[in-house]
Protein backbone atom coordinates (compact mmCIF):
# COMPACT_ATOMS: atom_id res chain seq x y z
CA UNK A 1 0.00 0.00 0.00
CA UNK A 2 1.32 3.47 -1.14
CA UNK A 3 -1.33 5.69 -0.09
CA UNK A 4 -4.25 5.86 2.11
CA UNK A 5 -6.52 7.38 -0.47
CA UNK A 6 -6.36 6.41 -3.90
CA UNK A 7 -8.50 8.54 -6.23
CA UNK A 8 -9.50 6.17 -9.37
CA UNK A 9 -10.66 7.79 -12.32
CA UNK A 10 -12.92 6.40 -15.08
CA UNK A 11 -12.47 8.06 -18.07
CA UNK A 12 -11.26 7.09 -21.90
CA UNK A 13 -8.90 8.41 -24.53
CA UNK A 14 -9.16 10.91 -27.34
CA UNK A 15 -11.56 12.90 -24.47
CA UNK A 16 -11.00 16.37 -23.75
CA UNK A 17 -12.82 16.48 -20.09
CA UNK A 18 -10.78 13.13 -18.85
CA UNK A 19 -7.48 14.63 -20.05
CA UNK A 20 -8.31 18.11 -18.32
CA UNK A 21 -9.80 15.81 -14.93
CA UNK A 22 -6.26 14.30 -14.50
CA UNK A 23 -3.96 17.41 -15.38
CA UNK A 24 -6.33 18.78 -12.37
CA UNK A 25 -5.76 15.94 -10.09
CA UNK A 26 -2.30 15.83 -11.22
CA UNK A 27 -1.27 19.50 -10.31
CA UNK A 28 -3.13 18.85 -6.98
CA UNK A 29 -1.87 15.67 -5.59
CA UNK A 30 1.82 16.94 -6.78
CA UNK A 31 1.27 19.14 -3.15
CA UNK A 32 2.32 18.34 0.34
CA UNK A 33 -1.03 18.15 1.62
CA UNK A 34 -2.56 15.68 -0.31
CA UNK A 35 0.15 12.72 -0.14
CA UNK A 36 -1.85 10.72 1.64
CA UNK A 37 -3.37 10.26 -1.71
CA UNK A 38 -2.66 8.43 -4.53
CA UNK A 39 -4.50 8.03 -7.93
CA UNK A 40 -5.16 4.96 -10.21
CA UNK A 41 -6.72 5.95 -13.86
CA UNK A 42 -9.16 3.42 -15.08
CA UNK A 43 -9.84 3.77 -18.84
CA UNK A 44 -13.28 2.42 -19.31
CA UNK A 45 -12.53 1.03 -23.14
CA UNK A 46 -10.11 -1.44 -22.00
CA UNK A 47 -11.69 -4.81 -19.91
CA UNK A 48 -9.85 -3.98 -16.51
CA UNK A 49 -11.33 0.01 -16.54
CA UNK A 50 -14.72 -1.61 -17.52
CA UNK A 51 -14.22 -4.32 -14.49
CA UNK A 52 -12.90 -1.15 -12.21
CA UNK A 53 -15.83 1.06 -13.38
CA UNK A 54 -18.71 -1.61 -13.09
CA UNK A 55 -17.58 -2.87 -9.54
CA UNK A 56 -18.04 0.71 -8.62
CA UNK A 57 -21.61 0.90 -9.12
CA UNK A 58 -22.25 4.13 -8.48
CA UNK A 59 -21.05 5.93 -11.67
CA UNK A 60 -23.49 6.90 -14.48
CA UNK A 61 -21.88 5.64 -18.05
CA UNK A 62 -23.37 9.09 -19.41
CA UNK A 63 -21.43 11.41 -16.90
CA UNK A 64 -17.79 10.73 -17.31
CA UNK A 65 -15.20 11.49 -16.65
CA UNK A 66 -15.82 10.74 -12.90
CA UNK A 67 -13.81 9.82 -10.11
CA UNK A 68 -14.35 7.78 -6.94
CA UNK A 69 -12.51 8.46 -3.66
CA UNK A 70 -11.60 4.91 -2.08
CA UNK A 71 -9.69 3.94 1.41
CA UNK A 72 -6.91 1.25 2.24
CA UNK A 73 -9.11 -1.09 4.36
CA UNK A 74 -6.90 -3.48 5.73
CA UNK A 75 -9.02 -6.06 6.62
CA UNK A 76 -10.47 -6.52 3.25
CA UNK A 77 -6.77 -6.50 1.81
CA UNK A 78 -7.70 -3.57 -0.67
CA UNK A 79 -9.29 0.07 -1.33
CA UNK A 80 -12.78 -0.04 -0.99
CA UNK A 81 -15.05 3.18 -1.36
CA UNK A 82 -15.86 6.19 1.12
CA UNK A 83 -18.78 6.37 2.12
CA UNK A 84 -20.79 9.48 1.49
CA UNK A 85 -22.12 10.86 5.71
CA UNK A 86 -25.24 11.91 4.00
CA UNK A 87 -25.61 10.58 0.62
CA UNK A 88 -27.92 12.94 -1.25
CA UNK A 89 -27.83 15.64 0.67
CA UNK A 90 -27.09 19.04 -1.49
CA UNK A 91 -23.71 20.29 -1.36
CA UNK A 92 -23.01 23.94 -2.74
CA UNK A 93 -19.63 23.50 -4.32
CA UNK A 94 -20.22 20.33 -5.97
CA UNK A 95 -24.13 20.38 -7.09
CA UNK A 96 -25.03 17.45 -8.81
CA UNK A 97 -21.58 16.37 -10.06
CA UNK A 98 -21.37 14.81 -6.30
CA UNK A 99 -22.13 10.91 -6.70
CA UNK A 100 -25.27 9.92 -3.87
CA UNK A 101 -23.74 7.38 -2.02
CA UNK A 102 -19.58 7.60 -1.99
CA UNK A 103 -17.69 10.48 -1.63
CA UNK A 104 -16.67 11.44 -5.91
CA UNK A 105 -17.61 13.25 -8.94
CA UNK A 106 -18.99 12.44 -12.16
CA UNK A 107 -19.81 15.16 -14.92
CA UNK A 108 -22.80 17.18 -14.85
CA UNK A 109 -23.60 17.83 -18.54
CA UNK A 110 -26.48 19.98 -18.12
CA UNK A 111 -26.66 23.76 -18.97
CA UNK A 112 -26.24 24.25 -15.00
CA UNK A 113 -23.25 22.18 -14.63
CA UNK A 114 -21.65 22.84 -17.99
CA UNK A 115 -19.55 19.47 -17.38
CA UNK A 116 -17.07 20.75 -15.89
CA UNK A 117 -15.39 19.42 -12.81
CA UNK A 118 -13.76 22.48 -11.14
CA UNK A 119 -10.21 21.99 -8.85
CA UNK A 120 -12.83 23.34 -5.97
CA UNK A 121 -14.75 20.86 -6.30
CA UNK A 122 -12.01 18.36 -6.30
CA UNK A 123 -10.15 19.73 -3.41
CA UNK A 124 -13.95 19.83 -1.67
CA UNK A 125 -14.32 15.93 -1.94
CA UNK A 126 -10.80 15.34 -0.92
CA UNK A 127 -10.98 17.37 1.88
CA UNK A 128 -14.16 15.33 3.05
CA UNK A 129 -12.48 12.36 2.80
CA UNK A 130 -9.83 13.42 4.98
CA UNK A 131 -12.31 15.50 7.67
Known amino acids: MSAQYQIRVFGKEG ?7 NQRLDKLLAKEDFADFGKLYCDVETIAGLVAFSEAECINPSRIPAMLVTRWDEAADEYVPVSTPEPGAQDAVCKKAKLYQYLGLQTDYSETGKGLITPKMIQSILAEATA
Open 15 to 21: CDKCHTL
